[in-house]
């Protein structure tokens, strides 16, 4: 839900940079999805890495899901006015900033499911189609679901829900499975 809500949020906040919605829809999806999925790919390397570092103390994901609800609040104050002092450029080197800007988030982002499913898999394996398929639903209805809050809340309060939400999860592991 949490993902969907800054990636949705993110393509809006970048029509107003690139100029049209099909660039920003094409950067925007592109980036957050090869991202998020280059870092999901080395998720357990990192978790092993992590937890052997001076975080033995706290889950991996709630230090990766720290810095994801950190990074979206700093960018929701941020972005207006890099964007601002940044319309002047050409199309090809706006859209090489919007990947930049795009790429620490969604490295993040790539990071909890995959740190996710490790740690269930581990403690209860018979619930790793039960996380897919609650993964795959939420999927569905965050779409919907961040555009009619949108409507409401505007998209920083979108991004401001996913921040929550993001934090309530990485709240949540901390309980043992």
């Known amino acids: 839900l949490a993902f969907l809500f800054i990636e949705i949020a993110f393509i809006q906040r970048f029509i107003l940079f690139l100029g049209h919605p099909i660039y920003a829809m094409a950067l925007a999806l592109t980036g957050f999805l090869a991202f998020a999925g280059l870092v ?44 601002h002092a940044l319309t002047m450029l050409s199309d090809p080197a706006k859209a090489v900033i919007a990947l930049v800007l795009i790429a620490p988030l969604a490295f993040l982002m790539g990071l909890p499911f995959p740190l996710g499913l490790i740690r269930v898999s581990e403690s209860l394996p018979e619930l790793v189609p039960w996380a897919w398929g609650v993964n795959s639903c939420f999927s569905v209805i965050s779409a919907v679901l961040a555009a009619i809050l949108a409507i409401h809340i505007g998209f920083s309060g979108v991004v401001s ?3 929550v939400f993001y934090l309530l999860a990485g709240g949540l592991l901390h309980k043992p499975l």
């Open 40 to 83: 999901s790919a080395v998720a357990p390397i990192y978790a092993r890495r992590l937890l052997a570092g001076r975080f033995k103390s706290l889950e991996p994901i709630s230090i990766v899901v720290f810095a994801i609800a950190t990074i979206a609040l700093i960018y929701i104050v941020v972005l207006p006015s890099v964007f």
């Open 161 to 163: 829900s996913a921040a």
